[in-house]
């Protein structure tokens, strides 16, 4: 079963920052933090992953607090491409990356 | 993303028929994971392999499923006789050797084969 709580849904207005938490209090100290996206039924997408330090890549950035119990995963500049489902995942757990219901974020013009 | 790749991407098969959905790994991974995602509903894993070697099938129906990674050519996701329950999108994905499910690495999806059984 999923180890992440997520939003089911957040809008975002184009060209600002969305901010999508993610809480994950039972994570094991040998666990990342994976976020994904969907769009529209393709497949999915990986975004950025951490351990505890904050992380940035050309896509997204993750902020992961101290206690490692809940993550935020920043879109500086969203655009209406952005429009996604977006999967918080705590890996490794089994031998899959576990989807859960994910945020479905909508970027508003 | 775009390094895995899936055929066909859409595939219609008879009740009764069998469906061989296809997934070449991107260049130098060795491990595979098939998921399916039913229509409005989120994705669930089946199974992952390794070369030649099924690893974990935990989330396989126990009958008409099976899947294989041989040590030459893709990995086949096979169905047979389809029913109209098997209708859905198949993704499969892939990450690098040496960096399974136990330690640090990120798996790249394909666009997947969309099945729809009539």
């Known amino acids: 079963d999923a180890k992440t709580t997520q939003p089911t849904s957040m809008d975002c207005a184009e060209g600002r920052a969305a901010n999508l938490p993610c809480n994950h209090s039972t994570i094991s100290g040998n666990e990342y933090v994976y976020w994904y996206r969907q769009i529209h039924s393709q497949g999915p997408q990986y975004i950025i992953h951490g351990l505890k330090n904050n992380e940035t890549n050309e896509m997204a950035s993750l902020i992961i607090t101290e206690d490692r119990k809940s993550s935020t995963l920043i879109l500086p500049h969203a655009t209406l491409r952005d429009t996604a489902v977006y999967y918080c995942i705590v890996h490794p757990t089994g031998n899959q990356f576990y989807f859960g219901t994910g945020t479905s974020l909508t970027v508003i013009p | 993303n775009a390094g895995v790749m899936q055929n066909p991407r859409h595939l219609v098969r008879r009740r009764g028929q069998e469906a061989r959905l296809r997934c070449s790994p991107m260049k130098g991974h060795s491990h595979v994971y098939w998921y399916r995602q039913l229509p409005e509903e989120g994705l669930k894993f089946m199974v992952y392999l390794q070369k030649e070697n099924i690893i974990d099938e935990s989330g396989m129906p126990k009958e008409r499923f099976s899947a294989e990674f041989p040590k030459e050519g893709p990995s086949i996701l096979r169905i047979q006789q389809v029913v109209r329950g098997d209708s859905a999108a198949y993704f499969c994905?892939?990450?690098?050797?040496?960096?399974?499910?136990?330690?640090?690495?990120?798996?790249?999806f394909g666009q997947g084969t969309r099945l729809t059984v009539v």
């Open positions: 994905a892939s990450s690098p050797p040496g960096r399974g499910p136990n330690m640090n690495t990120e798996a790249f």
